[in-house]
């Protein structure tokens, strides 16, 4: 992840150049805003996202950073709301940051994405770029495509197509267990399991198909129990 996160950051810097203000100044740094839980029940995994995004910058700036500018990414605690998110894009437009990181959660994103649209349409002359590397329900990248949001990572439908020919060769596998977060990710999958696995395994059951409170269960026990219970030979989770 974090090779790849670097290579994005190399990849988009050079093209950011060209975004930013006629007047500003060879050393100015590029700012890039990263949108994602630094508190409540996913900031370890935002603080990981975080240190990693900064390491990237880092070495790129090492080495002399973009056409001699520096990268910087500037955090905002979004506590992986959809409403707070919003509230935190407003600084970052008010703070004149025109590139927008965020990958956790695709219901953070589809907020992130319409936000950016409008912002654009209505300020054509600071248009903000919204840059998604994780957020991967496959409706952001389809029906709610748009020219100012890019994603770098696979659809949930690539990754259900890529996990499905893997169970397809396992003739083990006869009962299948599916569960995930319920949120539009953990829907997308469990939608796309169903049908991929109908299609290229016609012969396993699907024996249990539920959605669990997104960042609230500590205990899985009842979960595990009744994946055990249900004779699973696989389990599908996310």
């Not at 050393?27 to 029940?41: M, W």
């Not at 008010?94 to 209505?122: C, L, P, T, Y």
């Not at 409170?213 to 004779?231: E, L, M, N, R, T």
Request: a positive charge; aromatic letters at 8%; one cysteine or more.
């Amino acid at each position: 992840m974090l090779s790849g996160r670097h290579v994005v950051i190399g990849m988009l810097a050079l093209t950011m150049v060209a975004w930013l203000a006629p007047g500003a100044m060879a050393a100015d740094p590029i700012r890039i805003a990263y949108v994602d839980p630094l508190s409540g029940p996913f900031a370890a995994t935002g603080e990981n996202g975080l240190n990693q995004f900064r390491y990237a910058a880092e070495a790129i700036n090492k080495a002399g950073g973009v056409l001699g500018r520096p990268l910087e990414i500037v955090p905002y605690d979004n506590k992986v709301s959809p409403q707070e998110s919003l509230i935190q894009l407003k600084k970052v437009t008010g703070d004149g940051i025109q590139f927008v990181f965020q990958g956790n959660s695709s219901g953070v994103a589809h907020a992130i994405s319409d936000a950016v649209q409008k912002h654009n349409e209505r300020n054509p002359g600071n248009r903000v770029l919204y840059l998604n590397y994780s957020a991967v329900d496959l409706a952001l990248t389809n029906e709610k495509c748009h020219f100012w949001h890019f994603r770098f990572d696979a659809h949930a439908d690539m990754k259900m197509a890529a996990l499905t020919d893997v169970i397809r060769a396992n003739p083990k596998i006869k009962k299948m267990y599916i569960i995930g977060q319920d949120y539009s990710f953990g829907k997308a999958v469990a939608d796309a399991a169903v049908k991929m696995v109908g299609q290229k395994r016609p012969d396993i059951q699907i024996v249990g198909n539920e959605l669990h409170p997104i960042g609230k269960v500590q205990d899985f026990s009842p979960y595990v129990q009744k994946i055990v219970a249900s004779g699973a030979d696989a389990v599908i989770n996310r």
